[in-house]
């Protein structure tokens, strides 16, 4: 949508932020307010003959829409005041801790999973670079009928048969290099998603 | 200063308060989609509201039964979401009027108890 990535950066930053502050509400609910205030944007954009570049007609219509923490406020207290605690103080104290709670999970499952990704990525990127130097020490080993072994970095001699070719090698090395950027860039987003509900 | 503030805080307030109907108001008129009725309140009522808190106040209306939306398909971009009024809307609606009819008179009562005194 945007060919500057100063702009693609602020778009992606604010409707983080709405996610965000929408986070207590419903998956639903939010995908949709988002989707409507996204096509809101992208009318002004078009609509608004606004000066300026990209950055600076986005950064205009972001402003006319306004701080999310603001307007979508209204709406975070309807949804507590429309679900109100059964048990009082008790039962919203543990609403409150039960959200966190699964807002933590789960970050915490999604970092271990991105953590994993990218280590999985690393291993096979170093294994299949190593092999196209080292063949005859480092790759996909077949030791016997029904015995694999993956020998990352070759430092002895390895025994049985080299199962990677060249070709495999090297697809197999952009197939671990593509999972680490993936990784990355969902680990990026993670983090920002963070600052923005903490800002 | 403090008074400006609080001029400045007060009215954001008295507007936020009618611009659930302002909108129906408008939604009772004819359909409108979010930017077209953004414009739509800027041109006819002059209210200077973020558009965000237009769609705050839309959600919550489409929560309370009171608007309903459609999609239409644009030739140009992408489909555009109509929002309406629906019967439970409408006579919302009516009863608002009535509430807001009896704040403006009790308003204007208030306003004219001291230049009566005056008098």
């Given at each position: 949508?945007?060919?500057?990535?100063?702009?693609?950066?602020?778009?992606?930053?604010?409707?983080l932020r709405a996610e965000a502050v929408l986070s207590p509400l419903s998956t639903s609910v939010r995908r949709e307010l988002?989707?409507?205030?996204?096509?809101?944007?992208?009318?002004?954009?078009?609509?608004?003959?606004?000066?300026?570049?990209?950055?600076?007609?986005?950064?205009?219509?972001?402003?006319?829409?306004?701080?999310?923490?603001?307007?979508?406020?209204?709406?975070?207290?309807?949804?507590?005041?429309?679900?109100?605690?059964?048990?009082?103080?008790?039962?919203?104290?543990?609403?409150?801790?039960?959200?966190t709670a699964a807002r933590g999970t789960s970050y915490l499952l999604r970092t271990l999973g991105l953590v994993l990704a990218a280590a999985a990525g690393f291993v096979v990127t170093l294994a299949a670079l190593n092999s196209l130097f080292r063949p005859d020490r480092?790759?996909?080993?077949?030791?016997?009928?029904?015995?694999?072994?993956?020998?990352?970095?070759?430092?002895?001699?390895?025994?049985?048969?080299?199962?990677?070719?060249?070709?495999?090698?090297?697809?197999?090395?952009?197939?671990?290099?593509?999972?680490?950027?993936?990784?990355v860039r969902r680990a990026r987003r993670m983090l920002m998603a963070l600052i923005a509900s903490a800002s | 200063m403090a008074q400006d503030e609080f001029l400045s805080n007060w009215g954001s307030q008295a507007r936020k308060g009618s611009l659930e109907l302002i909108v129906m108001a408008s939604l009772a008129e004819k359909e409108f989609y979010g930017y077209e009725l953004v414009e739509h309140l800027k041109a006819?009522?002059?209210?200077?509201?973020?558009?965000?808190?237009?769609?705050?106040?839309?959600?919550?209306?489409?929560?309370?039964?009171?608007?309903?939306?459609?999609w239409e398909h644009t030739e140009t971009g992408p489909a555009r979401k109509y929002y309406s009024l629906t019967k439970t809307g409408q006579s919302a609606l009516e009863g608002m009027r009535v509430v807001w009819a009896d704040i403006a008179r009790a308003v204007e009562r208030a306003k004219n108890a001291k230049e009566r005194r005056d008098v």
């Open positions: 949508m945007f060919k500057d990535a100063r702009a693609r950066r602020s778009w992606n930053l604010y409707f988002i989707d409507d205030l996204k096509a809101h944007v992208r009318d002004i954009l078009a609509n608004e003959k606004t000066a300026g570049d990209e950055v600076a007609r986005l950064a205009a219509a972001l402003e006319r829409v306004g701080n999310p923490r603001e307007f979508l406020a209204p709406l975070l207290a309807d949804a507590v005041f429309r679900a109100p605690p059964q048990h009082g103080s008790f039962g919203m104290a543990y609403r409150t801790l039960s959200l480092a790759g996909l080993f077949l030791l016997d009928s029904d015995t694999y072994q993956l020998r990352i970095l070759g430092l002895s001699a390895g025994t049985g048969e080299q199962l990677l070719s060249s070709w495999m090698a090297v697809v197999l090395m952009a197939a671990g290099i593509a999972l680490i950027a993936w990784t | 006819r009522c002059g209210l200077t509201v973020s558009d965000g808190t237009l769609y705050a106040i839309l959600l919550r209306l489409k929560n309370e039964g009171f608007v309903r939306h459609r």
